[in-house]
């Protein structure tokens, strides 16, 4: 019996649905029972109760799927590990990012990752939603916060941090973090984001409720805000770095560390633990790991 089949029944068996399953390989729905019956033939009993509404496993289906699946896993990881010993790492490679991060730091690196890795074909989903990594297929996800809290295998890429920067065209006084509560400020439009930002120089520490009539979704909106002299903005420093150096953007004061909620985030790299990992996926993350700084 083929492993490509047996691995087509564990699916099935963990969606109940031969239409789920279609969508998730873009096969035609007919395939996926075909396949099954030919299966359920060979070994001479039902693997499902089917009905117009409903599909369940019979009882000897249980046991079946339950003592092929280790079987069924073990085999791919044989044929994966066996072929990466022979070939320069290829196949498809799903990498979500925020928006923000992904253009202004995943898309500067991809000439040289095309130029490294010619073989993988790297899908970026760039969204500032946090997407499920099993329930959308994703093998790589970049967070930005402090410390991610899941069952997930999580990398630092690098060390994080914020600051308040400004268009150098903006001249209201700013000497102390007071100063910006009465400063009309560009907001990004997310809880702690909007409404208090924290400061901290040695064991200082200073809480300022801000305030602004222009909020935004996105960081590289609330950047081309800061740019075009709309107000002081809180921004990442991976964000805003080409800005300061070229002058564009000025920083507010540089002596105190300042953020929205933690003082420790980071750009985590995560994905699923993995009793073999294919060679496309080691690749990939071991070039993101090498080159974002």
Known sequence: MDVEDLALLKEVAEHLSFAEVARRRNVDPSMVSRTISSIESQLGFALFHRTTRKMSLTSAGQTYVQRINPLVEE???AISEALSQNQK??????????????????????????????????QLQLTDQNLDLTDHQIDLAIRLTDQPK????????????YQIVSSPAFNAPLEHPSDLANVNCPLLDLPKYRDVWKFQKGTKEHAVAVNGTIRMSNPLALREAARLGLGPALLPNWLIKDDLKTGRLVQHFADWQVTATSFNTAAWLIYAPQRFMPARLRATIDFFRANVK
């Open 75 to 77: 085999l791919q990881n």
């Open 89 to 122: 790492p290829s196949g498809l490679v799903r990498l979500t990012a925020s928006t923000a991060f992904g253009n202004q730091v995943i898309l500067p690196l991809i000439e040289e990752f095309t130029a490294q890795l010619p073989q993988i074909e790297l």
């Open 150 to 161: 899941s069952d997930l295998i999580c990398t630092k890429l690098m060390d994080t941090h």
